[in-house]
């Protein structure tokens, strides 16, 4: 079994429990809201990984970060996935 980083780790605890409460958020704010959400896991989700120079080595803070963006990626791709399952 392969351990996680630390910083990998609390990025996924993190991007879980931002999602969870976005989600409950729009869910009691209704229509605007939800769009509202959508929008921001877009733009959530276009987080880069340290594109612009590969060899730079992020810090903790930015390692954080970069695995939160990944995992509300992965989520999201998830997501799409179902609902194109779905209309099948």
Known sequence: MTTMPPEELEGRLNAHRELMIDLIAAMIGGELTTTR????????????????????????????????AREVRSVLEAARAREKADKS
């Open 37 to 68: 959400f959508v929008q921001r896991l877009r733009d959530d989700a276009t987080f880069k990984d340290n594109e612009e120079d590969p060899g730079f080595s992020p810090d903790g803070a930015f390692a954080i970060e970069n695995a939160m």
